[in-house]
């Protein structure tokens, strides 16, 4: 770590240490509150936002500023959704087929709204159609990396001199309020419908108390590591294919399907140098999804730079409260009825409540918490992730300057 210009540069390998104590801050925290344990409030929002609030207050004492390296975050986002494609089976996909199909149609029909909302409550502060859609799809359901990548062309192309800062602002908050809001959600519906699980099965994310119990021997970990790098390589690779043919996606999302693929495609009892099954649905996957996941999101928000959102506060805030009760009430009303009202549907309004106004990896953070208190749901992890890790890019790459040209 070293202090430049009132700016303390800490570097990949002790930001993914404070990410581990971020990590262990939020579950002691989440111990000791029993309302975070209640509603389900993951344990990485609970220690990030802890964490960025004092970086926050390190920043109004001092003026030094803290900024983290985080390559290795992103490594963390491939990771844990190559472990979601390794997971996913052919007859979880075939039976999603229905439900993804309604749950895309309800999203893409609700960016249109979530773009007209963020224009008209713009328009109450005479403020102009690029500063709504900055608080509609590119900051909230595009998250940091839309917003970072459409503010300099709204800055330049509409006079919006500022778009980078309240890209940021926008969906730093919305991604906050989407970590707070997928758990009560889901409990919501859980207790009212009083829903349960059809079938006890192995968790997509974390251990049981079992398993924790019986452990996870060395070679079941690094077979398990081993799947992964091996369908990362392969998401490599086609990633690249799919690059050279014009078309850009995340490479999490081209390691997704490097791993249904490969789950799908190697016959069961296929040799393998390690003497197993290749490792889908094993407690060692199951816990590398945690710890990535976890640790990946824990990063994202302690890293959170909380005082260059102060002078937007105003507009910025009104216009996401507006998106929050929309997004409830979509989620609610909508979501969970056309998903069919059980307790898959209840998980997979956790899932859209961090799709709605956060990002994929607090979608599936939220998911995750629920379901690790209630009990597994193999379907809310297949189709969420398709949903929102690769349909919405594409989606949201035509929705952006359609509203820009027309409104």
């Given at each position: 770590?070293?202090?430049?210009?009132?700016?303390?540069?800490?570097?990949?390998?002790?930001?993914?240490?404070?990410?581990?104590?971020?990590?262990?801050?939020?579950?002691?925290?989440?111990?000791?509150?029993?309302?975070?344990?209640?509603?389900?409030?993951?344990?990485?929002?609970?220690?990030?936002?802890?964490?960025?609030?004092?970086?926050?207050?390190?920043?109004?004492?001092?003026?030094?500023?803290?900024?983290?390296?985080?390559?290795?975050?992103?490594?963390?986002?491939?990771?844990?959704?190559?472990?979601?494609?390794?997971?996913?089976?052919?007859?979880?996909?075939?039976?999603?087929?229905?439900?993804?199909?309604?749950?895309?149609?309800?999203?893409?029909?609700?960016?249109?709204?979530?773009?007209?909302?963020?224009i008209s409550v713009a328009a109450l502060f005479d403020l102009p159609t690029a500063v709504g859609m900055l608080g509609g799809t590119v900051s909230l359901i595009g998250g940091h990396g839309t917003a970072i990548a459409w503010a300099p062309d709204i800055a330049a192309d509409y006079n919006v001199s500022n778009a980078m800062e309240i890209g940021i602002a926008c969906a730093t908050f919305g991604l906050i309020l989407a970590s707070l809001t997928g758990g009560p959600i889901a409990k919501f519906l859980i207790n009212r419908h009083k829903l349960t699980p059809e079938k006890q099965e192995v968790q997509d994310v974390g251990l049981s108390d079992t398993q924790k119990k019986e452990g996870i021997g060395h070679?079941?970990?690094?077979?398990?590591?081993?799947?992964?790098?091996?369908?990362?390589?392969?998401?490599?690779?086609?990633?690249?294919?799919?690059?050279?043919?014009?078309?850009?996606?995340?490479?999490?999302?081209?390691?997704?399907?490097?791993?249904?693929?490969?789950?799908?495609?190697?016959?069961?009892?296929?040799?393998?140098?390690?003497?197993?099954?290749?490792?889908?649905?094993?407690?060692?996957?199951?816990?590398?999804?945690?710890?990535?996941?976890?640790?990946?999101?824990?990063?994202?928000?302690?890293?959170?730079?909380?005082?260059?959102?102060?002078?937007?506060?105003?507009?910025?805030?009104?216009?996401?409260?507006?998106?929050?009760?929309?997004?409830?009430?979509?989620?609610?009303?909508?979501?969970?009825?056309?998903?069919?009202?059980?307790?898959?549907?209840?998980?997979?309004?956790?899932?859209?409540?961090?799709?709605?106004?956060?990002?994929?990896?607090?979608?599936?953070?939220?998911?995750?918490?629920?379901?690790?208190?209630?009990?597994?749901?193999?379907?809310?992890?297949?189709?969420?992730?398709?949903?929102?890790?690769?349909?919405?890019?594409?989606?949201?790459?035509?929705?952006?300057?359609?509203?820009?040209?027309?409104?």
């Amino acid at each position: 770590m070293e202090i430049q210009d009132g700016v303390l540069h800490v570097g990949s390998f002790m930001a993914v240490t404070l990410g581990i104590i971020v990590l262990f801050a939020g579950k002691r925290l989440n111990d000791a509150v029993g309302i975070l344990r209640e509603f389900s409030i993951p344990e990485p929002v609970t220690g990030g936002l802890l964490f960025s609030i004092l970086f926050g207050l390190v920043y109004a004492t001092s003026g030094i500023e803290v900024e983290f390296e985080l390559a290795a975050r992103d490594i963390l986002l491939v990771y844990f959704f190559t472990t979601i494609g390794i997971n996913a089976s052919l007859q979880d996909l075939l039976s999603g087929g229905k439900p993804l199909v309604i749950l895309l149609t309800i999203t893409i029909a609700y960016m249109f709204v979530q773009n007209l909302t963020g224009i008209s409550v713009a328009a109450l502060f005479d403020l102009p159609t690029a500063v709504g859609m900055l608080g509609g799809t590119v900051s909230l359901i595009g998250g940091h990396g839309t917003a970072i990548a459409w503010a300099p062309d709204i800055a330049a192309d509409y006079n919006v001199s500022n778009a980078m800062e309240i890209g940021i602002a926008c969906a730093t908050f919305g991604l906050i309020l989407a970590s707070l809001t997928g758990g009560p959600i889901a409990k919501f519906l859980i207790n009212r419908h009083k829903l349960t699980p059809e079938k006890q099965e192995v968790q997509d994310v974390g251990l049981s108390d079992t398993q924790k119990k019986e452990g996870i021997g060395h070679l079941d970990f690094l077979d398990a590591i081993l799947a992964i790098h091996i369908s990362a390589i392969i998401g490599m690779l086609l990633n690249e294919g799919i690059a050279e043919m014009g078309l850009k996606l995340p490479l999490f999302v081209t390691c997704l399907f490097a791993g249904i693929m490969l789950t799908n495609l190697i016959p069961k009892k296929f040799p393998r140098i390690t003497g197993t099954h290749w490792p889908t649905r094993t407690p060692a996957m199951a816990l590398i999804a945690e710890i990535s996941l976890g640790t990946f999101l824990a990063m994202s928000l302690m890293s959170m730079q909380l005082w260059t959102l102060i002078d937007l506060a105003a507009p910025i805030f009104t216009i996401l409260a507006i998106q929050l009760l929309v997004a409830v009430l979509v989620n609610i009303f909508i979501i969970f009825p056309a998903m069919g009202k059980n307790y898959d549907a209840a998980v997979v309004s956790a899932g859209f409540g961090g799709i709605s106004l956060g990002s994929t990896p607090t979608a599936m953070v939220n998911m995750s918490a629920v379901t690790q208190r209630y009990g597994a749901s193999h379907l809310a992890f297949i189709i969420v992730p398709l949903v929102c890790a690769f349909f919405i890019d594409l989606v949201n790459a035509l929705l952006i300057p359609f509203f820009l040209t027309n409104f």
